[in-house]
């Protein structure tokens, strides 16, 4: 992971999405998750802000199963977990309560990577960094990174914590995928220069990048795009996102592997990226994902993807 000496496994699994809904849903979201670990997964993401802190627990509950060296563990901190003025954001308070509440809800002594899930404009930078930096040292936290943060604010985050002397901002989590790459403009090169991981959430854009969602085609029934409350999947659904699909099927079909399987290993292509964070609502979608990794593009299909997805930077609000 960047510079680091940690590990990680090139298919992470993530948490966001986990239907913890009712005793048939939690069975899956177990079987998931064993299967991830016995399958070479070692990489579990979470947030205190995910089903209200339920996933936490969740996770905890299964990883408790394994040897604690065995598995990296990560939560994030800064969404709103509840109605007062300070249970949110990065301030020292809010950072210090939340991470000992992730601690417990994981059972785990330790978390090996902690993320600022995204900026915070009402807390001064260096607050957020020292605090962050003392977790360190007093081994609450193995690792700590960003999620979502601008190239701006990385890197005066990394000039802060040279000039004073905290400890390194290891790694980011920013999203990634074929049809958002706006991380390859800036932040990519960032990361390279001074050696942070990088570890990419919604690599297959909200199932975008499934081949599920077709032109002309009825949204699949139970979907995401039939039930998420923000309608992130929908916003996606445009004819240029869908026509792009049709071509890359095409592609996926003629390397014989399924089109996630072709968009993960896609992401992996780059060197600076350690992990991707898959979710998976069912076995046959973890082997999907799994299949991805150590699959490598031929260079002349990786020129097919770049006429088929014809991108050019932009900018895009993060966050």
Known sequence: MGRSGLKLSEVAVGSWMTDLKGREACDTAKEVLRRAYNSGVNFF???????????EVFLGNILKEFRRSSYVVSSKVFFPVGDGPNDRGLSRKHIVEQLNRSLKNLQVDYLDL??????????????????????????????????EWSPVQITKALGLIQKHGYRPLSVIQPQYNMVDRYI?????????????GIVP???????????????????????????????????????ENLDKVEKLLRVAKELGVSLSVLALAWILRKPAVTSVITGASKASQLAGNLA????????????????????????RRIG
């Open 45 to 55: 993401d979470c947030a205190d802000a995910y089903s209200g802190g339920q996933a």
């Open 292 to 315: 991805a990794s150590g699959f490598r593009i031929p260079q002349e299909a990786l020129e097919e993807i770049e006429k088929i997805l014809d991108y050019h930077p932009f900018v």
């Open 201 to 239: 959430f919604s690599p297959l854009s909200q199932g975008l990048l499934t081949g599920k969602y077709r032109k002309g085609q009825p949204i699949p029934e139970g979907s995401r795009a039939t039930h998420q409350a923000d309608k992130q999947i929908n916003q996606l659904l445009t004819e």
């Open 114 to 147: 902690y993320f600022c899930h995204r900026f915070d404009p009402e807390t001064c930078m260096e607050e957020t960094l020292e605090t962050l930096s003392d977790m360190v040292a007093q081994g609450k936290i193995l690792y700590y990174g960003v999620s």
């Open 184 to 196: 390859e403009d800036e932040i990519m090169g960032i990361c390279e220069e001074n050696g942070v």
